[in-house]
């Protein structure tokens, strides 16, 4: 199984909008896809339409927990399964600050599932316990980012954490690449850093960007993946064009 | 010495660029301005022109750890003083797990420096301890907002948080008041939230809004506020009619 890890610990660059939508598109291309959402806040389980506070059965913080198998905990439906968030992730770190190997957890609950073909690990806005644990479990990271300037100032932090992921935790962790995200092709600011990013790090881009659309910012609104949302929007083109490039490009170490 | 602590759990909606920029705005209006930056990622320490990695001199992290005072860690300029972020902030918890009254650590430095009429605190996208230092130590919130449906979802769960701090840490914690950014009133999208958000909680929202400008994501890459770097602009109009309503608008409880 194949399993992208979507991080970035700057906040609001659509990381959420970006598993939900390319989870959607790649099931879509036929894949069998687990969506699993690793952030306390659980925006893409509200976003899947699943009335996050008002969770009731068990999800990811029960099966780290080893409270519950993780196909018990695992939401099905038409598209991508979901093994749901809830705030009681906020608490995992202290929970777990005295065990050894517990960033290995979630490699453990997803190892215990068959089925799929890929999984899309949604993270939190900071480089904590699930966030580590979402790059131990993963085979390759995916980074949204915003064409500005704070996010090319946290762009070298989190490249130098992946390195670290990989020298410590995770040999096998490649860069699936870097998304602009909220893209608007008239601002010279993001031309710019699109630039500058190509040349420090050439071939790192998805070809794919996702442009500033509205309807992927009202999709969540009504529990809907923008294909089923807006399917002839630009938010819904450029996320097919991306989940047809994931789908294809070979993870580069 | 008035304390805002600018918050929201949610990533990316504008708490740096409008610490950065009401600091800036209260300034001119004359009254002498404390920035805080209590974010490991420090991106208002970088977006005031400070090369945060490079950041060689004690800051905020070295004052809540008692390893120098207060006044040794600001940076002075001409416009507001800065009392910088650093990567170190990120280890503050594992730091003080075992410290009792942890969470009055910046209130102590706050209480520690004089001569400010109002201090802005700009925090990371959680509500860890560096959160819930900032609400301990301040006088009122202010937070943020985008006008879209995820950042509704967050909003009651921050409110959550206020009261929560109200209760056990700070019951002289008052509400400034919630502030749309990056809004853009030809979206319906946005139309509808503000409406909710008028209805839900009446008098909340400031009746300044922050418009969507790419002035504003184009400042922090010079080092500058927006009235230095683009005084004409309507990022520049926004945060100055906020820099009013804030100074003239008393606290509610
Ligand atoms: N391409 C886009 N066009 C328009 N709106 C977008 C786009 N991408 C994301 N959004 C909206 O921007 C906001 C932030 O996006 P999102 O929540 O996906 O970011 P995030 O990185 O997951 O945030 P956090 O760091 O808080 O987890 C959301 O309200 C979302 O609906
Ligand atoms: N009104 C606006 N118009 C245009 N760009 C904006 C506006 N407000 C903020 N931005 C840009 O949006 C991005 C996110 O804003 P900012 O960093 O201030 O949010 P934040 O809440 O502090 O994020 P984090 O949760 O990561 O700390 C930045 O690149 C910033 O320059
Ligand atoms: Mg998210
Ligand atoms: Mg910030």
Same mark, same amino acid.
Request: with cysteine.
């Given at each position: 199984?194949?399993?992208?890890?979507? +991080?970035?610990? /700057?906040?609001?660059?659509? /990381?959420?909008?970006?598993?939900?939508?390319?989870?959607?598109?790649?099931?879509?291309?036929?894949?069998?896809?687990?969506?699993?959402?690793?952030?306390?806040?659980?925006?893409?389980?509200?976003?899947?339409?699943?009335? @996050?506070?008002?969770?009731?059965?068990?999800?990811? %913080?029960?099966?780290?927990?080893?409270?519950?198998?993780?196909?018990?905990?695992?939401?099905?439906?038409?598209?991508?399964?979901?093994?749901?968030?809830?705030?009681?992730?906020?608490?995992?770190?202290?929970?777990?600050?005295?065990?050894?190997?517990?960033?290995?957890?979630?490699?453990?609950?997803?190892?215990?599932?068959?089925? %799929?073909?890929?999984?899309?690990?949604?993270?939190?806005?900071?480089?904590?316990?699930?966030?580590?644990?979402?790059?131990?479990?993963?085979?390759?990271?995916?980074?949204?980012?915003?064409?500005?300037? !704070?996010?090319?100032?946290?762009?070298?932090?989190?490249?130098?954490?992946?390195?670290? @992921?990989?020298?410590? +935790?995770?040999?096998? !962790?490649?860069?699936?690449?870097?998304?602009?995200?909220?893209? $608007?092709?008239?601002?010279?600011?993001?031309?710019?850093?699109?630039?500058? !990013?190509?040349?420090?790090?050439?071939? !790192?881009? %998805?070809?794919?960007? +996702?442009?500033?659309?509205?309807?992927?910012?009202?999709?969540?609104?009504?529990?809907?993946? +923008?294909?089923?949302?807006?399917?002839?929007?630009?938010?819904?083109? $450029? %996320?097919?064009?991306?989940?047809?490039?994931?789908?294809?490009?070979?993870?580069?170490?």
């Amino acid at each position: 199984m194949r399993i992208l890890a979507v +991080i970035n610990q /700057k906040g609001g660059v659509g /990381k959420t909008t970006t598993a939900h939508n390319l989870g959607a598109g790649l099931a879509r291309q036929g894949l069998r896809v687990l969506l699993v959402d690793a952030d306390p806040q659980a925006h893409l389980t509200t976003a899947m339409g699943h009335n @996050a506070p008002a969770q009731k059965g068990p999800g990811l %913080y029960e099966t780290l927990l080893d409270e519950c198998a993780p196909d018990e905990a695992v939401l099905v439906g038409p598209g991508p399964h979901l093994l749901p968030g809830s705030l009681a992730l906020a608490g995992l770190e202290s929970r777990l600050a005295a065990t050894p190997g517990r960033e290995e957890r979630l490699r453990r609950t997803l190892a215990g599932l068959s089925g %799929y073909d890929v999984a899309v690990i949604d993270c939190p806005p900071n480089l904590g316990l699930l966030t580590v644990c979402a790059l131990c479990a993963a085979t390759e990271a995916l980074a949204p980012m915003q064409a500005e300037f !704070l996010a090319l100032a946290s762009l070298a932090a989190l490249l130098d954490t992946l390195r670290a @992921a990989r020298s410590r +935790i995770n040999p096998d !962790l490649a860069m699936a690449g870097i998304l602009l995200t909220r893209f $608007d092709a008239r601002r010279r600011l993001g031309r710019e850093v699109s630039a500058r !990013l190509d040349e420090h790090f050439p071939g !790192l881009a %998805y070809a794919a960007r +996702i442009h500033e659309n509205v309807a992927l910012a009202e999709a969540p609104g009504f529990g809907q993946d +923008i294909f089923t949302y807006a399917p002839n929007s630009r938010g819904a083109a $450029d %996320y097919a064009a991306l989940a047809a490039e994931a789908a294809a490009r070979p993870p580069r170490p």
